[in-house]
Each structure stands twice: as structure tokens, then as C-alpha cells.
């Protein structure tokens, strides 16, 4: 069984109010990308994928005048995708959602959301004392995460699709704002991966098999501001000391090497400076799915080399988003 999980930028801007692609030559919202380049080069990454599941992180908006589910359909039936079928949680008013197209003929999958008195569901608020001045604070997801009871042919699953809090000082008038933003941003975000990390430990506890995915706008040593308080989300999320562990190989790579190479998702343009390219996008695996042998890739189109030696499929990658998809490959 194949799972992705894979971040679109402005995917949003690609379908009109009724759910349909406009697919014309008018600007998209991606830098220098037609609206017609952009859902082609989606169209073929998606086809290439072939996958059973993709967790699609930046799905079109849900609102009253949009629906999500009737874009990410017609976008399907668009191209001809056995990953037919779209399900979606709680909405949320950043235009930003997360969904999942699946194959219906492969797997079924029911929006399964979970909660107790320490760890509430996704869509309510977490209290978390944020700066140590005795005084929780409610913390909330701008964009809750997606929780899915999965049945396909590994078996059950649990997943998680997750859009944690961006870091970026949005706002900042100078570098002291910036500065105060960025710090105020991560305490909220490892805020939420702590309240992530709770639910998975209540799956784990209970022996299921589960998988939380998507784009953490986190990763190891990915920022400056993570020596303040020693920890990236992402560890929090894949587990500390003697608990168990979730387990992504890209994590763990860039967890043992802090100097050299690393994998990276992202891949961002910056005016009059060289593309920054980042670690961003995660699947991790409970122990019982890692002792099934899974298989990872990042369809980076320069670091994977299947990807760049497929000149077509290497340049929707590059049209398509500013991220790249991440893929798991699962032994029934």
C-alpha cells in the first residue's frame, strides 16, 4: 500500500467557487506559473504517484461558498486517479485544509476524531502554561489535524494528517519583533506537538498501528531559535526518552548528523538570493508498522534520482508546489 503526504501551495486558487479547475492561462498564485502549468504539473505528479492514499496538505478551501471535497473530486476525475474518493475533518479559515484523496477500491476511511479530559479533540483548546508564569494558556490548531481510521490492506490504521504552526514572524516591523514573534511562534507550535504527542501515546498504549503525517514547518536544528528550548516539535512528536518512539528516517537522519547533507521537502524562492530548501514534511510510523519493512522517499526532483532523470516529471515537480511529496510504501 502506498501513502504520500504532500504539501500544494495555493492549491486553493486553481478551482473556482463551484469546485471546478479554471485550468486557464491567467497567473496562478505560485511565482511565474500558469494556473493551466500548474494543475497539469499536478495532474502528472499525481498520476506518477499512483498512490493509494495521499494526504494532501494545503487543500482547497472549505467555506460556505467552496467545498473541498467537491475540488479535490473533480480534480481526480480530471485525470483519470484511482485516488477518487476525498474526506476531510474540521474546516478551518485559512483557505488552507487538510484532506485525503484515496482509492476507494483499496481502502476505507471515516473521519474518526478522538479526545479525554488532558489531550481534547483538535478542534477545541489545549491548556499549556507557554511562559512560565503559572498561567496556562489555551492553545488551539488554525488548522486541526485530520485523524482518519483507516482500513486497507495492511489492515487498520490510524492516521494523522498535521499542518503544524508556521515559525515565520509574520507582521514584524523590525528585527526585535521579529525576534519576539518567531520565539512567541515556536512555544505555540511545540505547545501543539506536545497535544499531538498525547493522542499518539493514547494509540500507541492501545497497540494501534498508526501514522502521523504532513508538514510540521519544523525539523532538527532547522532554526536558531530551537536552542532556546532545546527541542525541535518534531521530537516531540516522534517521542523522548523511554517512551515509545514513532520513526521517520529522514528525522532520524537529520537528528544523528547536525553538519553535512540532508534530505529536505521544500524547496523555497527567495528574490536575489539563492533557493532555501528545508526538511519539513514527515511520515513517521509506530514500531509495529516499522517491523513490516516500510519503504521511504522524498520525490525531491533533484535528489531523487528517478525523479531527475524523468525530465517531465522533474519539471512538475518544480511547477507543482514549493514542496515535494513524501512516500511510504507498505507490505501487506
Known amino acids: 500500500m502506498r501513502i504520500a503526504t504532500y504539501n500544494i501551495e495555493w492549491f486553493n486558487s486553481l478551482f473556482n467557487n463551484a469546485g471546478k479547475l479554471i485550468n486557464d ?9 500558469t494556473r493551466a502549468q500548474q ?86 483548546t489545549f491548556a499549556m502554561d507557554l511562559d512560565v508564569d503559572a498561567a496556562p494558556e489555551p492553545i488551539r490548531w488554525s488548522k486541526p489535524p485530520l485523524e482518519l481510521a ?51 501515546e493514547s494509540h500507541l498504549a492501545a497497540g494501534e498501528d498508526l501514522i502521523v503525517l504532513g508538514d510540521f514547518n519544523d525539523g532538527p536544528g532547522l532554526d536558531e531559535y530551537e536552542k532556546l528550548f532545546g527541542r525541535s516539535g518534531v521530537e516531540i512528536v516522534l517521542g ?37 530548501q528545508a526538511l519539513l514534511d514527515y511520515i513517521m510510523v509506530s514500531p509495529s508498522l516499522r517491523s513490516k519493512n516500510p519503504k521511504w522517499q522524498i520525490w525531491h526532483p533533484f535528489d531523487h534520482p528517478d525523479c531527475y532523470e524523468n525530465e517531465p516529471l522533474r519539471n512538475a515537480l518544480l511547477l507543482a508546489s514549493d514542496h515535494f511529496p513524501v512516500v511510504l510504501d507498505l507490505s501487506a
Open 25 to 33: 492561462g491567467g497567473w496562478s498564485s505560485r511565482w511565474d506559473v
Open 39 to 124: 494543475t497539469q504539473a499536478l495532474g502528472d505528479v499525481f498520476t506518477a504517484l499512483d498512490a493509494d492514499a495521499v494526504m494532501i496538505i494545503e487543500a482547497p478551501d472549505m467555506s460556505p461558498h467552496r467545498n473541498t471535497v467537491t475540488a479535490l473530486e473533480n480534480f481526480a476525475s480530471a485525470f483519470g486517479l484511482r485516488a477518487r474518493s476525498a474526506l476531510m475533518g474540521y474546516s478551518n479559515e485559512t483557505q488552507q485544509e487538510i484532506a485525503m484523496l484515496y482509492d476507494p477500491d483499496v481502502i476505507t476511511a471515516v473521519h474518526d476524531p478522538k479526545g479525554d479530559d488532558e489531550f481534547p479533540r483538535f478542534d477545541q
Open 150 to 200: 483507516v482500513t486497507g490492506p495492511t489492515g487498520p490504521l490510524r492516521l494523522i494528517g498535521v499542518h503544524a504552526k508556521s515559525k515565520a514572524p509574520h507582521g514584524a516591523r523590525n528585527d526585535a519583533e521579529a525576534t519576539r514573534i518567531s520565539i512567541e511562534n515556536r512555544r505555540k507550535q511545540l505547545a501543539q506537538c506536545v497535544w499531538l504527542r498525547g493522542r499518539v
Open 240 to 276: 523522548e526518552g523511554n517512551g515509545t518512539q514513532m520513526f521517520d528516517p529522514h528525522a532520524r537522519q537529520a537528528l544523528s548528523r547536525r553538519l553535512g547533507a540532508m534530505p529536505t521537502t521544500s524547496r523555497f524562492k527567495r528574490k536575489g538570493e539563492p533557493y532555501l
